[in-house]
């Protein structure tokens, strides 16, 4: 799609908002709607976009395939983790409140991490799901749509 | 609205069409997720439905064919079918309680548990999240370990792993 001078340039302005939007649906996902998920969706859309447009090649060397995989696995060991973390100190698995001194804080942060988890994989596993489809060969030309 | 865009979801052979058609077909229903104030659902669904997916299925028409193939058969068997089902499911929501009902037993059991727990336990303003994150731990674990075998599978099948093993394999015969 590199001849859509439109589409680039719109996109090279999305992109920015999109990964930031991202951000605040993740991180603000305890006092407003979202959370994880939807924050690991749109974070994946700005991605996806970029591949879009500016083709596969161009995205996948801003963000190559080994690392797209081992994030998303670094996402299912953050929740894991968290959860772990827990046990160790002196709780049950998944049990944040034991994470802080005080175990409300301990809450907080422990659904501050495992959201990241979450985000983090949904993210990972859609742009890896993006690269596979799109990465095989017989494509169709725009005018065949 | 909705069942004007499935019903055409049906009527049309072309596939372009169907993937746009199912784009607009989450969005209303992401509408309406926002109408009964479930506004977690309708932001993922209008993300997940409206955006994420029609672009996966774009890609996977971009891989396969783009116009629907001509039933082989009638389609009266399966018509039958689903009215059957549609006509007990509609029998089965008569003598549920009215939408929004104050004595409705989802208003009764664990909500007003989770509703008073909440502020002392975790102390966040949205519920969801802290049922979804806190109390449902292992659901929400149990969920991303979906996504991420999702993941896996997708990519061991359509595979940018094993393309790269080959291609390391036959560039050590080159060597």
Redesign the interface.
Known sequence: MEHHLILRVITKILIAPIILFAFY?QFH???????G??AG??M??AF?LYG?VFGLRQCKSVLP?WLV?RI??L??LL??GT?VAGLIAGGNF?D??VLAQN??TG??N??LI??L??GV??A???I?????????P???SDE?? | MLVITAISIVRVRKLFGVVMLSGVFSLLSALLFVALDAVDVAFTEAAVGAGISTVLMLGTIALTARTEKKPSHSSLLPLIVVIITGAVLVYGTLDMPNFGAADAPVQLHVGPDYIERTPRDIDVPNYVTAILASYRGYDTLGETVVVFTAGIGVVLLLGSLGRRRRRNKTGAEDV
């Open positions: 649906v996902g305890d006092f407003s709607p979202g959370g998920f939807q969706i749109i994946a859309v996806i879009l395939d995989h998303m696995a996402g299912v929740y894991a959860g998944l944040y409140s175990p409300i809450q907080h422990g659904i495992i959201e988890g979450v994989t949904v990972a596993v859609m890896s799901i993006f690269y596979a489809f799109a990465g095989r017989p494509r169709i065949d749509w």
